[in-house]
């Protein structure tokens, strides 16, 4: 049938509808069109992988970064290597945006230096892996989360040339814009970030700061324009946040050998869109 004859029949279908059911008719007609042209958006929630999950282990001689999807009947796929790279590739984090585009991005050690290289999943296909440029000599520890516009935010711990400080940068739709430096310059080693966006949809980063001869758990808040000044945060605060998502957590597939370096993201689970596994209890 060809295309001429197809808005005809449609034309004359909605004429019949109008004719028995007036205005209703063809609002449920227009519905029932609308919902047709969405494909495949109306997937079933079973469809969407519960669990995704990154973890550096050895293939071709070096570590490189695999990756799985747990579906909800707790089976996960086969693992899949996502990094290229002939270097060392470690300390990946993961997250997963409301559009359903998984982001990966994770450490690539070069000689005495390490730079950022991310990647992106759509559902069937792994985008090219891509450095993030950040002008700095040593990148470490990354972080990620989605904020409340669905634009995905990275931390990370980077070397200046005197010590670790924590920056940040968001996604501009094309690229990682320039990174910013979370905290003013202290010339001591802030490191291991974390971030997760609060029950208002404020962004909050953790972090690890040393100061007067030890290291102290620090938070500072996005408030829409810069990051407010750093506080304390309460120790016993942070473990309790992060017991009670052992509950969550699922059992690892047995190809994850080192699970202590994985990073698992679940679906609509939070406080903590992503999850560091050497931070919580590994079933």
């Known amino acids: 049938m060809n295309v001429t ?4 029949l449609k034309i004359k279908a909605m004429k019949k509808i109008f004719r028995l059911t007036g205005m209703m008719g063809i609002m449920t007609w227009c519905l029932m069109t609308s919902l047709s042209a969405q494909g495949n958006l109306d997937q079933k929630p079973d469809a969407i992988p519960r669990a995704r999950l990154v973890w550096p282990d050895v293939a071709d001689g070096t570590y490189h970064i695999f990756y799985s999807a747990q579906d909800h009947s707790g089976l996960w796929s086969s693992k899949i290597k996502i ?21 990966v991005v994770w450490v690539e050690v070069i000689g005495t230096e390490s730079q950022l290289v991310y990647s992106t999943y759509d559902g069937e296909l792994w985008s090219p892996p891509q450095t993030i440029f950040t002008g700095l000599s040593s990148n470490t520890g990354p972080a990620l989360a989605v904020g409340s516009d669905n634009i995905p935010w990275l931390v990370w711990a980077g070397f200046d040339g005197i010590d670790d400080d924590i920056y940040f940068s968001k996604w501009n739709g094309s690229d990682w814009n320039q990174p910013e430096r ?18 208002e949809n404020t962004m909050v980063l953790y ?28 120790p016993d605060l942070y473990q309790d946040m992060l017991e009670k998502q052992n509950d969550i957590i699922p059992e690892l597939p047995d190809f994850v050998k080192e699970p202590l370096k994985a990073s698992i993201t679940i679906q609509y689970k939070e406080p903590f869109q992503s999850f560091k596994l050497r931070e919580l209890k590994i079933k």
């Open 5 to 8: 004859n197809l808005k005809l």
């Open 83 to 103: 990094s290229h790279s002939d270097q060392l590739n470690l300390a990946p984090t993961i997250v997963t945006d409301s559009h359903g585009i998984t982001w």
């Open 182 to 199: 979370v905290h003013q310059d202290n010339n001591v080693p802030d490191i291991l970030p974390r971030l997760n966006m609060s029950t």
């Open 207 to 234: 972090w690890d700061g040393f100061e007067s001869d030890r290291y102290w758990k620090f938070v500072s808040i996005w408030n829409g324009a810069i990051w407010q000044a750093k506080k304390v945060a309460s």
